[in-house]
């Protein structure tokens, strides 16, 4: 089954379709986090549980719990043991599945951690996590069940007993979107700079469409971890530091790309923080960042485009979106010509009328040839996108998912980033 942009995407390995669960019904105002590691090459995928942790305080969406709004390259899915109901379900990208493209997974497996948070819930459940490759395809799950009476689920709080303040309170986490930034590569007395990077940060988010007109459903907190080192690694200087989150540049031997392989550490030092999506700004001028749906965005915090870097990477780590620039090198191709990408923003025109293909005005030819006019506004179907320059198309000539000269997001990006705040805030 095909995902419908404008509608919920469910899947058959997670047991059949069930209206929306309530929450109180099923659920504790707890979290329940779960250790993953995942692992293997460029054809094998396996998963295997690490450890279960529980904290106080559920931060995630309380609406839509059992509905997926993007496939993703993965997805959670948490159903009572007793009658199959689907309570709560999540999709998500990993740095994992993204290795398997690169040539290194070609000749050598590899093992990544990955953490994911859930509601505590109050009966037994089974929890299924699945990976799915670049055709949609299963070719990863894993089914084990929780019972919330196991002594081994260890309970955590601020663990490192790290200052955290809000920057933003719009309401009770109930019904508001947690973000956490996280501090990389700042010492003790480097604190005040960067709140004002969070701050900075902000602003350039909530000045961008849809954040602006919905910017009180968000909470932005800021997470005052301290690093040993100021910067961060840069592997392709023989720069290496000790930082609270150990990010680095050359992420899959990419100057530029700049991440964190440690899920573990950063949810340890969010412990007793009300979060469920995550920024990390790396105290560096180096030019980079990373973005990965339903996981992290990291952004070097004091190169001159680090706002646009931000916003951007926003757009992949929270709203699913593609990028929309293209090469001509790539290893192996990450939206291959069969498959209709799960992203809204691209297409491979395998199945457009589940895109944007509703806001194409009259006479639009497909492909779109660009004109060079109304280049952030002119809905077409643009040829490169999504790293490929042939057989991926995009929505409009520029876009904040394209070039960061780029001052908004395209039409189709900003629809796609509403449907998903409303997702998170409001019952479908």
Known sequence: MRLLFFLFFFSASCCQ???????????????????????????????????????????????????????????????????????????????????????????????????????FPKKPVDITVTLTDTHNQVKGEMTHRVDPQDILIRPVSNEGNFTWKYLQKSGDSKNKIDVAFIAEGYQATEMNIFEKDCRDAIDAMISHEPFKS??????????????KDAGVSIPHDNIWKNTAVGSSFDTFYSNRYLTTLHLKRVHDVLSGVPYEHIVI??????????????????????????????????????????????????????????????????????????????????????????SGKNIYTEVGVYEGGGYQSKGVYRPVQECRMKVNQAPVFCPVCERAIRRMIDYYTKQE
């Not at 951007?312 to 090198?329: V, W």
């Not at 191709?333 to 069969?338: E, G, K, N, V």
Request: with cysteine; aromatic share 14%; hydrophobic share 35%.
């Open 281 to 370: 700004l790396a105290n560096t001028d180096n030019y980079g960042g990373g973005g990965i749906y339903n996981s992290y965005l990291m952004s070097a915090a004091h190169n001159e485009q680090n706002l646009p870097v931000v916003v951007h990477e926003f757009g992949h780590s929270f709203a699913g979106l593609a990028d929309e620039y293209y090469y001509d090198d790539e290893y192996e191709p990450l939206y291959p010509a069969d498959t209709e990408p799960w992203e809204p923003n691209i297409t491979t025109l395998v199945d457009f009328k589940s895109k944007w293909a509703d806001m194409l005005g009259d006479n639009v030819k497909i492909p779109t040839i660009p």
């Open 214 to 227: 919905m910017s009180d459903r968000f909470n932005f907190v800021a997470v005052m971890v301290p690093s």
């Open 17 to 119: 379709y069930i209206s929306a669960q309530d929450f109180d019904e099923w659920f504790l105002d707890k979290t329940l986090r779960l250790d993953y590691t995942f692992s293997g090459d460029n054809h094998s995928q396996y998963i295997y549980l690490d450890e279960m942790r529980s904290s106080d305080g559920w931060y995630g969406r309380r609406v839509n719990l059992d509905r997926l709004l993007l496939l993703g390259n993965g997805q959670i899915c948490v159903k009572d043991c007793k009658s199959g109901t689907v309570l709560y379900r999540h999709s998500f990208s990993t740095l994992f599945q993204e290795w398997q493209t690169t040539e290194e997974a070609s000749r050598v497996q590899k093992s990544f951690e990955n953490v994911f948070l859930v509601p």
